[in-house]
């Protein structure tokens, strides 16, 4: 009885992981609409084709900057795209209270300067407003201010891309929340 026990045990383990690692890859069709990940930097693009271990991605003509190959992914970077209303950011599996981003909020950034840039500044507060939210915590924003400095940083990180609510960016915001 003990053994039965225990092996049932080993198999609702083994099949639980198998089922959390099948879950976390997504299988795209041509023409999905899927958020690619460069280092919580977020482009929104149409899936083209499938390819061995991954996909090609069609990006829309101005959705750049980004720092990464811009056609061929692989799978673990492509994600679904959906957008949502407001999005809960949970820490500590809920036992802290969530921080709540909403569409047309203003939030601040925070990017460390480069200094081919801007001279004089070690970081740059970056005003900017939610312009659309995905359901996997990445936010569109839209730039307010009219600082050149910090337009000069917007449009060399985000630009019109998605940031990730994690982003070190963000720990402005969040901490203010």
């Not at 069709?29 to 996909?55: F, S």
């Not at 720092?67 to 949970?90: D, G």
């Not at 507060?125 to 050149?148: F, H, Q, R, W």
Request: some cysteine; overall charge positive.
């Amino acid at each position: 009885m003990r053994r039965s026990v225990i092996f049932l045990l080993f198999c609702i383990a083994a099949l639980s992981s198998f089922c959390s690692q099948a879950a976390g890859k997504y299988q795209f069709e041509p023409g999905d609409t899927v958020l690619t990940n460069c280092h919580q930097i977020y482009t929104k693009g149409t899936v083209k084709a499938q390819v061995d271990d991954g996909y090609t991605v069609h990006f829309p003509k101005k959705s750049g900057p980004i720092n990464c190959p811009p056609f061929r992914w692989h799978a673990e970077y492509v994600l679904p795209f959906q957008s949502v209303p407001e999005y809960r950011l949970q820490f500590f599996g809920g036992l802290k209270t969530a921080k709540v981003f909403r569409l047309g909020e203003t939030i601040t950034l925070r990017f460390d300067t480069d200094k081919r840039i801007v001279q004089n500044k070690d970081s740059v507060d970056i005003e900017a407003e939610i312009t659309d939210i995905s359901s996997n915590g990445a936010v569109a924003l839209k730039l307010l201010g009219t600082d050149p400095d910090a337009a000069a940083m917007f449009w060399k990180w985000v630009g019109s891309n998605y940031v990730d609510l994690r982003h070190d960016a963000l720990a402005v915001e969040r901490n203010k929340r």
